[in-house]
Structure formats: structure tokens, C-alpha cells
């Protein structure tokens, strides 16, 4: 029954699907979304009305009609899709691992070579990919010599997108970036911790040529970098493994680099050991870790933005966990009330 | 002898690392390089083996007809149109405009976005359903997700602001991430150390034989 229910629904929803994402291309090349602003005012007379639908669930749950899962799928998507259209302003406060991060960067000088591992896939980019592009902002605009690499298949081709899209603003094409010398990408390489192991010694075992299939030697950035010894800081982007836990453990333990974070949210929870322990310099946990990275170094982008919708996202699943708490003490307290008439 | 040299070369391969990390020089530092080769040449081979299995068990499926086969078509679609397009344009395929590119770009970073973005909503679907203070200690998780999940975007601050500074959600989901966080984190990372170092001493001396397979 539940296979013949979940196929009726398929074809609706799959052309559903693919009308929206027509919908949403056409209005993003016919640049609709510029007349899609909601002003401060109508903001929060949509945020008062969601605010009062919830509590009106809260009372039918209160009544005895607790509202199903598709509710919660409904007021989640309002809350991250409605504040995209929002221009309503939050102060962002910088977390202590954040400004620590800031403060080891700021210690480099001009010309530093930064090692930049970029382990995640396109999955963890909304989180990830903010932290990347402010990260080359800041780097170029300090001067440092970036280095890329990744122990995940996908993550050169992240640092790709996100150099791309730094590359092509206007700031940093007058300062004539040019790859081998400013920066390098040296692509994946397979074997996880055994390729940290690995660069100790070093690097052009594990990178005899960069992402495009240029010999190392024959770039300027890299042609005097032997292994960590040669590297002043490394920045690493991680989504699992391997990531920053092994950046730790074989990298920084045994070969003594300073090294800065950017994690997914859920990740970050285990890399507080490191960081209290000097293992690491800073972290950024998340996309309010990027939010906070744009707002101390100036570079306001991505991070800052969705903070609105994080914001509003988190409240809802709060305020959908006391709706649930209430309808279970309820249920409860009926149990209780009658087993008491039974006995 | 099928047992018997694996087994030799997951011993000496594990003496060797222990051995190298206390002492990084030659022999040492030459073996474990020469293992870490290894290491890597095996894991490139994995990543094909895996494509190759994904694509084996897809045309099993879809030859069968078993439930859900019209996936796998598009897997061993989407699969071929990679490998066709990535190896169509030689060395060149990870340059940015190449065909390649463009396929990452607009159709596989989507879709996998796509894959994570819907996590949202099964989390807070799951903790409307399932995150209950059923007991003292599940209250105080659930007071501490509070506080966290408030405490780590701006509107905490906006909803704490009459509390004195110390008190404010931000403050309080900082101590939370660095002390009773770490805390926990720190016994549980050396718990899952103790267990690794036995586990790995077991492999070495050659006790634990499960990963051979068979008996």
C-alpha cells in the first residue's frame, strides 16, 4: 500500500520539480529575483504571521491534533526560502575560535606560503564554499602564496569554483593573479593520511604535477617547497573524512605546521579537543562560522546572507520541538490519567 | 599461504609505522614511504574497483527488473556521460569551460546539494517527532540543543539582550562548545584511541584474522 502510495505521487512530483527549477533559471537569467525584495517592514509582518500560525499549531496540538511531519517540511522550507527575499539586517558576533583563526592569519607576512586542503564535495559546500571564497579574498588581497590540494576527489574542483568566482571580481582582476605564481592548484590524491605521511617528506612524491598536468618543478609558487617545513600556514576545509582529524593527528602532530579550520556544523562539535589543545589555531564552525569569518575580515558574501535563513530555520525546528514536547507530555499525562481509572 | 602473507604484510606494515613514527630515519622513514605508495596506488585501484561494482550491480538490477531499476539506468547514464566526457578531453578535462567542468558544475553539484539540502528537513522532522524530555538527562540535552541551536546564529543575541553580558544565548552556547563539549569529546576521543591501539595491536600480531574473510 505504501509502495502504491509512493508511486502515485512520483510523476506529480517529479514534474513539479523540474517545472519549479525551469521556473527558477528563467527568473534568475530574466534577473525576476531583483523585484522579489521584501522590505524590512513587510518582512516582519511575514515573520509575525508565520510566528502566529505557530502558535495556532501549538493550540490544536493542545487540543489534541498534533501536526504531521509535512507541516514541519512546509514551515522549513518558508523558513529558508522567505528570508532569502528579506532585507532585514542581524549584528553577527565573532566567536572566540573565529577571531583566534583571524588573529593566526593577520600573524603572516606578505608572500606567506598557505596551504590550502580543500576535502569536501559539493554536498557540504553550502557551509564550505563561503569559508573558501573569503579565505582566497584574504589571502590575495595579503599577498600570500596559496597552495591548493585535497584529499577528496571533489575538493580541487570546489577550490576551482570558488577561485573562479573570486578571480572574476573586479578587485582582484587588476591585480593580475597568475596561476603557478600566485597561486597553484596540485589537484587530488588517493591514500588519505599516507598522503600527509607522505608530503612530510615530500611533496612532489605525492604531486609530481599540478591539477592541470604541469610538471612541479616547473612552477614558480611550489619549484622551492620541499615539505611542511617550507609551508608558514595551512587552512584546511573539511566535511568528514578524511579532513581536519587527520590534518591534526599526522600533519600538525608529527610535522609541527600551524594550521586553521573550516568545518561542516555537525563536524565541528569534535574538533573542540584540538582547539583547546593548541592543535589547532581557530576554527569555523559552519555556516555561521563563515558568517562570522566574512564579518571580521570585511568580506561580507554568502555566509552573512543565509544567516538570515539559518536564523529563522533554527527557531522553527525549536519551536516544532516544544510543539512536539507539549503533544508528549500530553499524551502522557492521558495515559496516566487512565491507567488512574482503570486500577 | 593465501592466510599467511597477508597476514606478514599487514605485521611488518604495522611494525614499520609504529616503529617510524619514534624513529624517522633511515630504514624506517624509506619502509613507511614505500608502504605509503603502496597505500595509495592500492586506494586509486579501490576507487575503480568501487565504479566498477556500482556499474556491475546497476545492470544486475536493471537485467532483473528489481525495484527501483529505472534508478540505475540513470546511474549507468550519468556514470558513462562522466567517463565519456572526462576522458574525451584528455589531461585537459579538469581546466575550467571544458565539458567535464560544465557537468560538475550544473549537474553533479546540484543534485548533491540537492542530497544534503533535503537533510534539513528530515532533521527537524526527526526532532519534532523523536527529541523528547522523557528524563532528566534528555532534558538537559534538549535544554543544551536549545541553547546551542539559539545560541549559534544572530537572532539568540536578539532574543537574549536583556540578559546581563555572560548571559546572552551566544555566551552561553560558547561555554557549552568549550567546556562540556570538549569535555565529553576528550573521553570519547580516548576511548575510541584505547580501542583503536587494541584493535590495531590485534591486526599486527596477527589475532584478529576477520578482515582475511572466510572462517
Known amino acids: 500500500m505504501e509502495h502504491g502510495a509512493k508511486s502515485r505521487y512520483e510523476i506529480p512530483v517529479l514534474i513539479a520539480v523540474v517545472t519549479l527549477t525551469l521556473v527558477i533559471y528563467v527568473a534568475r537569467h530574466a534577473e525576476w529575483f531583483g523585484y522579489l525584495q521584501l522590505s524590512a517592514g513587510l518582512s516582519l509582518i511575514l515573520m509575525l504571521l508565520v510566528a502566529g ?46 577571531n583566534q583563526l583571524y588573529r593566526g592569519l593577520q600573524a603572516l ?51 576551482n569554483m570558488a577561485l573562479t568566482k573570486v578571480l572574476s571580481e573586479e578587485r582582484y582582476k587588476v591585480k593580475s593573479l597568475r596561476y603557478g605564481v600566485d597561486y597553484v592548484n596540485l589537484g587530488f590524491q588517493s591514500g ?8 612530510g617528506g615530500e611533496f612532489k612524491s605525492m604531486f609530481p604535477t599540478d591539477y592541470n598536468g604541469t ?37 600538525v602532530d608529527q610535522f ?82 487512565e491507567k488512574k481509572k482503570k486500577a | 599461504m593465501r592466510r599467511d602473507i597477508p597476514l606478514l604484510i599487514t605485521g611488518i606494515a604495522g611494525v614499520v609505522f609504529i616503529v617510524q613514527y619514534f624513529i624517522p630515519h633511515f630504514p624506517f622513514n624509506r619502509f613507511s614511504n614505500w608502504f605509503s605508495d603502496w597505500f ?63 557537468l560538475y558544475n550544473y549537474v553533479y553539484s546540484p543534485l548533491s546539494s540537492t542530497m544534503f539540502a533535503i537533510l534539513a528537513f528530515f532533521v527537524a522532522s526527526a526532532s ?7 528524563n532528566f538527562e534528555a532534558t538537559l540535552l534538549l535544554i543544551a540543543a536549545f541553547l546551542v541551536m539559539l545560541g549559534r546564529v544572530p537572532i539568540g543575541d536578539l532574543l537574549s539582550g536583556f540578559m546581563p553580558p555572560g548571559m546572552r544565548l551566544s555566551q552561553l552556547a560558547t561555554w557549552i562548545m568549550q567546556f562540556p563539549n570538549t569535555a565529553g569529546q576528550r573521553a570519547i576521543l580516548i576511548g575510541i584511541s584505547l580501542g583503536i591501539v ?17 572462517d
Not at chain 1, 111 to 139: I, N
Not at chain 1, 291 to 317: D, N, P, W
Not at chain 2, 72 to 79: E, K, L, M, S
Open chain 1, 53 to 98: 500560525s505557530l502558535i495556532w499549531i501549538l493550540i490544536r496540538t493542545l487540543d489534541g491534533n498534533p501536526a504531521g511531519r509535512r507541516m514541519v517540511f512546509l514551515y522549513v522550507a518558508v523558513a529558508v526560502v522567505l528570508p532569502l527575499s528579506m532585507q532585514l539586517t542581524q549584528k553577527i558576533e565573532v566567536t572566540p575560535e573565529v
Open chain 2, 40 to 102: 595509495s596506488i592500492v586506494a586509486a585501484c579501490a576507487i575503480w574497483l568501487g565504479a566498477l561494482n556500482l556499474f556491475k550491480l546497476s545492470l544486475e538490477k536493471i537485467h532483473a527488473r528489481r525495484e527501483g531499476w529505472g534508478y540505475a539506468v540513470i546511474t549507468i547514464v550519468c556514470f558513462l556521460l562522466m567517463t565519456v566526457v572526462g576522458f574525451s578531453e584528455g589531461r585537459d578535462y579538469s581546466k575550467v569551460g571544458t565539458g567535464f567542468d560544465w
Open chain 1, 256 to 337: 609541527g605546521f600551524k594550521m586553521g579550520a573550516g568545518n561542516t556544523a555537525v563536524q565541528t562539535t569534535g574538533m573542540y579537543p584540538y582547539l583547546r589543545s593548541g592543535q589547532l589555531i581557530g576554527i569555523l564552525g559552519g555556516m555561521s562560522g563563515a558568517a562570522e569569518f566574512e564579518e571580521i575580515t570585511k568580506y561580507r558574501g554568502k555566509g552573512t546572507k543565509f544567516m538570515l535563513s539559518q536564523s529563522f530555520s533554527h527557531v522553527v525546528v525549536v519551536v516544532f520541538i516544544i510543539i512536539g514536547n507539549v503533544a508528549y507530555i500530553m499524551f502522557e499525562r492521558g495515559r496516566a490519567t
Open chain 1, 109 to 159: 607576512p606578505h608572500g606567506a606560503k598557505v596551504l590550502a586542503t580543500f576535502d569536501y564535495d559539493p554536498g557540504s559546500a553550502a557551509e564550505l564554499q563561503p569559508m573558501a571564497e573569503t579565505f582566497f579574498k584574504y589571502a590575495f588581497d595579503r599577498g600570500f602564496k596559496v597552495i591548493i590540494m585535497g584529499l577528496w576527489p571533489q575538493g580541487p574542483a570546489q577550490a
Open chain 2, 128 to 134: 519534532y517527532r523523536a527529541f523528547r524530555a522523557r
Open chain 1, 215 to 251: 610538471p612541479y618543478d616547473s612552477l614558480p609558487i611550489i619549484r622551492n617547497v620541499k615539505n611542511f617545513s617550507n609551508i608558514d600556514y595551512s587552512f584546511n576545509l573539511s566535511a568528514g573524512y578524511p579532513g581536519t582529524k587527520e590534518w591534526v593527528l599526522v600533519g
Open chain 1, 192 to 199: 588519505n593520511e599516507f598522503v600527509i605521511q607522505r608530503m
Open chain 2, 198 to 214: 587494541s584493535s590495531s595491536l590485534r591486526l599486527i600480531l596477527g589475532i584478529e584474522r576477520s578482515y582475511l574473510g572466510g
